[in-house]
């Protein structure tokens, strides 16, 4: 059973940056499909970004700020944000699902993860 553990989130002025990890309890293999998910109060769960193998995908409203990267021998995925603006304000989640193909992992509207992290608070004034 996987355990997926955030940490990184803080308080930030706009147009500063922030590193989000998550460690996980297993092995986070290639072809395994993780992302990071926000949900603000009062708002929808958002998928902001996600990867499997080495193809990554990012949602609209963070395109060319936020990238998101693993790193199979530490197990850990990483969350670089930059560019933080207000409505970035969210809790922050790490995901995965090792069922998803490459097309599914890709669909961020949906983010059809199984495995959740507890999740890391990011605010941005």
């Known amino acids: 059973h996987v355990q997926l553990v955030e940490s990184g989130g803080g308080s930030v002025q706009a147009g500063g940056s922030l590193r989000l990890s998550c460690a996980s309890s297993?092995?986070?293999?290639?072809?395994?499909?993780m992302g990071w998910v926000r949900q603000a109060p009062g708002k929808e769960r958002e998928g902001v970004a996600s990867?499997?193998?080495?193809?990554?995908w990012n949602a609209d409203s963070v395109k060319g700020r936020f990238l998101i990267s693993r790193d199979s021998v530490e197990n850990t995925v990483y969350l670089q944000m930059n560019s933080l603006k207000p409505e970035d304000t969210a809790m922050y989640y790490c995901?995965?699902?090792?069922?998803?193909?490459?097309?599914?992992?890709?669909?961020?509207?949906?983010?059809?993860?199984?495995?959740w992290g507890q999740g890391t608070q990011v605010t941005v004034s």
């Open positions: 990867t499997r193998g080495v193809i990554t």
């Open positions: 297993g092995s986070i293999y290639g072809t395994l499909c």
């Open positions: 995901a995965a699902n090792p069922g998803l193909s490459y097309s599914q992992c890709r669909d961020l509207r949906r983010a059809d993860f199984e495995i």
